[in-house]
Nanobody, 127 residues
Framework: QVQLVESGGGLVQAGGSLRLSCAAS????????MGWFRQAPGKEREFVAA????????YHVDSLKGRFTISRDNAKNTVYLQMNSLKPEDTAVYYC????????????????????WGQGTQVTVSS
């Protein structure tokens, strides 16, 4: 059972930056592909970014490319989401998730591909 704990959310002004962290309890963290999703009020959860088990390959949703960047540090069992040039429409609860298996290019973008989820961290961007 993998436990995921997100941190780093908060209130920021438009144009600002935040870095979210997701710490995993599992010693075999490096065997999981990791992803970030978000859910805004009244909207469905949407994919943000994913990184393969090694972090060598990554996938970012097109609409957020250039502003959001996923990275991971397997030595620290942690995945990050760097968010720059934040906009009010980025306001949401951000979740990290872990997907077991997959190969070098495995960067899952669908919720059903992930077995474990964190509780989420709130990000609020004021205008």
């Amino acid at each position: 059972q993998v436990q995921l704990v997100e941190s780093g959310g908060g209130l920021v002004q438009a144009g600002g930056s935040l870095r979210l962290s997701c710490a995993a309890s599992e010693r075999t963290f490096s065997t999981y592909a990791m992803g970030w999703f978000r859910q805004a009020p009244g909207k469905e959860r949407e994919f943000v970014a994913a990184a393969s088990w090694s972090g060598s390959t990554k996938y970012h949703v097109d609409s957020l490319k250039g502003r959001f960047t996923i990275s991971r540090d397997n030595a620290k069992n942690t995945v990050y989401l760097q968010m720059n040039s934040l906009k009010p429409e980025d306001t949401a609860v951000y979740y990290c998730a872990a997907a077991l298996g997959g190969g070098y290019y495995y960067n899952p973008s669908e919720s059903y591909e992930y077995q474990y989820w964190g509780q989420g961290t709130q990000v609020t961007v004021s205008s």
